[in-house]
């Protein structure tokens, strides 16, 4: 028998969240004009009025990874599932399926001519299984760090792809087929680039795609709040010195997309990307992350 309670702050109706909730910010980035935050979990703000708000609740629904969102309301269930991986843009998906392994992180699929990327991992959920087969299956899988490989041995094993890890979190998949050793940047191809951001772990690693897109882990996120990229001293394991001066490094870098595997996404014009990236330097400098 289930034991999570419906959260009395939710808006009466249909959609509610439940205790379950670990109040990862999943359903509040997917959904952002249904949920919201209260008392520590998320809830339903107000119920869905439209049918793209019903998209949007369902997707939340799906990638909770608590299954902490309930509907009482099933009937587009089924094309909310066929819509993940969800696109971002040329070829860059988010999986949603987030897993309580990696509480809640985000991961993202890369189609590529040349074989197709996972960037940390989902739950092992059969109908996104089945998509990603439908889309050229996966050859690699970079992992940012050891928080968040959450199935990935598992998509590993499915897809016979071959995973990229550095050697201070190898400890999180001990199997990893490539290992990336000591601090420099690794330009695995013409449209990859690692480069390594000990900070939030000591081997956390950073992927820049196509110099448009970086997929930063737990490094760099946004904060839509404040309007301004944002890192996380609260959840910093290894060294927010070392994490300060890694964004430094990480500051000369051109891209248009922060992907991250906690916090919010967002794209913004290259110029506008430096300027906020540079600010978030000098904070850290300063002290006010």
């Keep these: 028998m289930n034991s999570h309670r419906r959260l009395d702050t939710n808006a009466p109706g249909p959609l509610y969240v439940t205790s379950a909730c670990i109040d990862c910010d999943t359903c509040r980035q997917l959904a952002p004009t249904v949920f919201t935050e209260a008392k520590g979990f998320s809830t339903v703000a107000r ?74 991992a989902p739950r092992f959920v059969p109908s996104l299984v089945r998509r990603f087969e439908e889309m050229g299956g996966i050859d690699t899988i970079f992992l940012t760090h050891r928080d968040d490989v959450a199935d990935a041995k598992l998509y590993a094993e499915r897809f016979g792809a071959k995973r990229i890890i550095h050697a201070f979190e190898r400890a999180a998949q001990p199997d990893a087929e490539h290992v990336i050793e000591g601090f420099e940047d690794v330009r695995w191809d013409n449209e990859m680039k690692i480069v390594v951001v000990p900070g939030h772990t000591r081997g956390s690693m950073v992927l820049l795609y196509r110099e448009r897109f970086l997929f930063t882990g737990d490094h760099l996120a946004w904060d839509r709040h404040r ?63």
Aim: with cysteine; glycine share 8%; hydrophobic share 40%.
């Design 47 to 120: 119920q869905p009025e439209t049918g793209v708000e019903w998209k949007q609740a369902l997707h939340a629904l799906l990638a909770c990874p608590t299954a902490a969102i309930v509907s009482e309301e099933k009937g587009d269930i089924a094309k909310a599932m066929a819509d993940f991986p969800l696109l971002l843009e040329d070829g860059v998906y988010y999986c949603g399926y987030t897993s309580p392994k990696s509480f809640g992180g985000s991961s993202y699929f890369i189609v590529r001519s040349n074989g197709n990327w996972l960037v940390d």
């Design 227 to 289: 309007g301004t990229l944002e890192a996380f001293d609260d959840y910093c394991w290894y060294s927010w010195e070392e994490q300060g001066l890694s964004m430094e490094q990480l500051a000369a870098e051109t891209f248009e997309w922060v992907l991250p595997g906690h916090g919010e996404r967002v794209k913004l014009p290259p110029a506008d990307m430096k300027k906020a990236i540079q600010r978030l330097v000098e904070e850290m400098r300063d002290g006010s992350p």
